[in-house]
């Protein structure tokens, strides 16, 4: 079965530092996978995808991925955190077992924190 | 830019009622989908729609659970039986295509309070 698995309940770091939001996957075949983050009170926002090609994807406010087929993970990453970044991520793995590829697969969210 | 919009933010309702949560996808989107976050745990698939039928139920969404597109931009789900345990954060999201590489856009959700 397909699925996701974030495995930091909560991610800390000073703001102006590098961060890392770790994500891995368990797929059949080739992985679509995305990242959403969600700030108080709003929805999932699409930040970026991996479909093919280029093992890193860059995204939205500046936050970009690494793909890693051999590891089986598709990290989040920013060079320079910043405190508005504080928020609830998740990863997400298309399911593209079922056949209809609607859905998507969620890992359970990691909360990052960005302190002055 | 556009957005997905879910009303009402709050449902507090007694068990056994009837609720229904209200979409608004974005308006050149095709395809429709209703996911729920028990607290605490993971975002969960509930159901897809395109064309004005199911395309992709889960096991979640049982004979209770129903989805309608009453007119051009409204997008429903309706519980019909409220049990304590559909106490949840519903999400809506919508998408211009089905395909695989396609992100779905979310609404901010529908916090439901079973009592």
């Known amino acids: 079965a397909q699925s996701v698995a974030q495995p930091e309940d909560q991610v800390k770091v000073a703001e102006g530092n590098p961060l890392t939001v770790k994500c891995t996957y368990s797929v059949s075949g080739n992985p679509y996978l995305f990242w959403y983050v969600q700030y108080p009170n709003r929805g999932l926002q699409f930040l970026l995808k991996y479909i093919t090609g280029d093992n890193l994807v860059k995204g939205s406010y500046g936050f970009e991925a690494e793909f890693n087929k051999s590891q089986t993970s598709f990290h989040l990453k920013k060079p320079s955190a910043l405190v508005s970044d504080s928020a609830l991520y998740f990863c997400?793995?298309?399911?593209?077992?079922?056949?209809?590829?609607?859905?998507?697969?969620f890992g359970a969210g990691t909360r990052l924190a960005v302190h002055p | 830019e556009p957005e997905v919009t879910q009303t009402p933010s709050h449902q507090v309702t007694q068990m056994g009622q009837e609720v229904i949560l209200r979409c608004v996808p974005i308006s050149n989107h095709l395809y429709f989908y209703w996911y729920r976050q028990i607290l605490g745990q993971k975002v969960e698939f509930l159901v897809s729609?395109?064309?004005?039928?199911?395309?992709?139920k889960s096991e979640i969404f049982d004979d209770q659970f129903s989805v309608e597109r009453p007119d051009g931009s409204n997008f429903t789900l309706k519980i019909r039986s409220t049990k304590l345990e559909d106490s949840a954060m519903y999400f809506c999201?919508?998408?211009?295509?089905?395909?695989?590489?396609?992100?779905?856009?979310f609404g901010p959700g529908t916090r439901l309070t079973v009592l």
């Open positions: 729609f395109y064309n004005n039928e199911i395309s992709e």
């Open positions: 999201a919508s998408s211009t295509t089905s395909g695989r590489s396609n992100e779905q856009f």
């Open positions: 997400a793995v298309r399911d593209v077992e079922t056949g209809g590829y609607n859905k998507l697969i």
